[in-house]
């Protein structure tokens, strides 16, 4: 009997557990404690895991980040969390529907899948839930969200997965973090109603943007998804999908207005040429909310062939037959619909159907840009991998 036996049985008498008598088909019901162990949090995460693929995406795009983040922290002073395991842990409540950072920290403490992919110790304490506030700004301010995104889009251009010249645009609504009742009167300094919203009675007031805001989050507008719905504090989110593989490559968050989804679509396909610069002429498709003589006119500007759906109900559409007849325009037609694929998966998967911050930019950088359009761009990467090898 070696000495390592004889100290973990003397542990187990002081502790008052010992190994039962019982029958050994039974099994055993006592507490032991293990004095040592060799186990990684690797060793407990499935070889084929599907996380396994994103985390090798994810580290590379990080290791293309590692002089930004150098240049963000002083050299002097007390150390700081990591960004990048901020960044990872932001990506794990995305993927694993994580309602809250204070959530994910509880969790984090236990969760042996989440120390694995935060290259934490089984032994290591989860951090406090202040530091994602306390360093988020920080974040912010060097536009972290936003490059990493551009990492995770140049890994996935790295692996072919990305289409050149066919293109699909679309927006949706986003519920703000602020709840109707805070909506007021801009000139009225008085404290919003308290109570539910069922005790607070809004009936026969009019509400409108330019004379009422939210008073938790004054850049919200209200806004409506269709008729007979209700207002709500909204924002506007844009996304420009490549149509090879559904991938997101561009992505916006703007206040929510009539003109917004157009505007912000140009935008978004003028900044794709800028960083792509070629003489090819691409094709957009979108929904018939698209379909006006302003957005055709500016996407035939940038030498983009709209290939929006045709808006004859009432009016004359802005395309006609020179688009709609070639076999291309049936084909974006087909293919513009997977943009709602994305939508979905922010809204059930990735916990984003009300934003969970104060504010466009915070909004727009962290809950759109990295916990929602990256999170689903790696998924995506991840499942093609699978699928072509």
């Known amino acids: 009997e070696t000495p390592l ?4 049985r003397g542990v ?3 502790l008052g557990t010992r190994p039962s008598r019982r029958s050994h088909l039974r099994g055993n019901t006592s507490d032991q404690v293990e004095i040592l162990s060799t186990l990684t949090p690797d060793e407990l995460v499935p070889a084929d895991h599907p996380i396994r693929r994103i985390k090798v995406i994810v580290d590379r795009a990080l290791a293309e980040l590692d002089a930004d983040f150098a240049a963000m922290y002083s050299r002097v002073g007390r150390p700081s969390i990591a960004p990048e395991r901020l960044l990872k842990a932001s990506l794990l409540i995305a993927l694993y529907t994580v309602r809250s950072e204070r959530q994910f920290c509880e969790r984090l403490q236990y969760d042996m899948l989440f120390k694995w992919f935060l290259h934490m110790n089984i032994g290591d304490p989860a951090f406090d839930p202040t530091t994602f506030s306390k360093n988020r700004e920080r974040l912010l301010d060097h536009e972290v969200a936003h490059r990493f995104f551009n990492a995770v889009r140049a890994e996935a251009e790295r692996r072919q997965l990305l289409s050149d010249d066919h293109f699909t645009v679309d927006g949706t609504l986003l519920e703000a973090w602020a709840s109707v009742q805070s909506v007021r009167p801009k000139a009225d300094d008085s404290a919003p109603p ?3 919203n069922p005790e607070v009675d809004f009936h026969g007031q009019r509400r409108r943007n330019d004379t009422h805001q939210s008073t938790t989050d004054p850049e919200a507008r209200l806004a409506k998804k269709s008729q007979g719905t209700a207002a709500k504090p909204s924002y506007a989110g844009h996304l420009l999908m490549e149509n090879r593989n559904g991938l997101v490559v561009e992505a916006a968050l703007t206040q929510a207005d009539g003109y917004a989804e157009r505007a912000t679509a140009l935008r978004l396909l003028q900044r794709r040429r800028s960083e ?11 929904d018939k909310g698209y379909d006006t003589k302003d957005f055709v006119a500016g996407c035939r500007a940038l030498a983009v062939t709209p290939h929006v759906t045709q808006h004859t109900t009432g009016r004359r559409s802005a395309i006609d037959d020179r688009t709609t007849r070639h ?3 049936a084909l974006s037609q087909k293919v513009r619909k997977r943009v709602e694929e994305v939508f979905g998966w922010k809204k059930t998967v990735g916990g984003g159907r009300k934003l969970r911050y104060i504010g466009r930019r915070r909004n727009e950088m962290w809950m759109w840009m990295l ?5 689903y761009n790696l998924v995506r990467m991840a499942n093609l991998e699978l699928v072509a090898g």
């Open 276 to 286: 792509r610069p070629t003489s090819k002429r691409w094709t957009v498709g979108g």
């Open 371 to 375: 916990l929602t359009v990256s999170a």
């Open 12 to 14: 187990r008498v002081l």
């Open 327 to 329: 076999a291309g325009y």
């Open 194 to 196: 308290s109570g539910r």
């Open 5 to 8: 036996v004889r100290l973990s």
